[in-house]
């Protein structure tokens, strides 16, 4: 599992100024099948991570969506928020 957590990491790292300001967590889930990951990043780092219409984000979660295919083929939730 945390292959999904390192591959969240690399790929909002690649689009930020600072990857020193970038955390990215999994958190307990109710469900067995789902995995929740929470990526802080810092308020000026947040448009570009969520993207226009939210398509930078978007991309991010199939990406970590098709690799937990090849893993667990668990659902993966990728919640964003800044600090």
């Known amino acids: ?3 999904l ?3 969240t990491k690399v790929m ?3 689009l930020i100024s ?4 970038v955390s990215v967590k999994e958190f307990e889930s109710d469900d067995d099948n789902t995995i929740l990951i929470e990526v802080m990043v810092s308020s000026d780092d947040m448009a570009k991570v969520i993207g226009h219409g939210g398509k930078t984000i978007n991309a991010i979660r199939t990406i970590a ?3 937990s295919y090849n893993e667990d083929n ?6 964003v928020d800044s600090y």
């Open 1 to 3: 599992m945390n292959n």
């Open 5 to 7: 957590i390192e591959l």
């Open 12 to 14: 909002v790292e690649g």
């Open 18 to 21: 600072s990857s020193d300001s």
């Open 65 to 67: 969506q098709a690799a």
């Open 74 to 79: 668990k659902i993966v939730k990728i919640n």
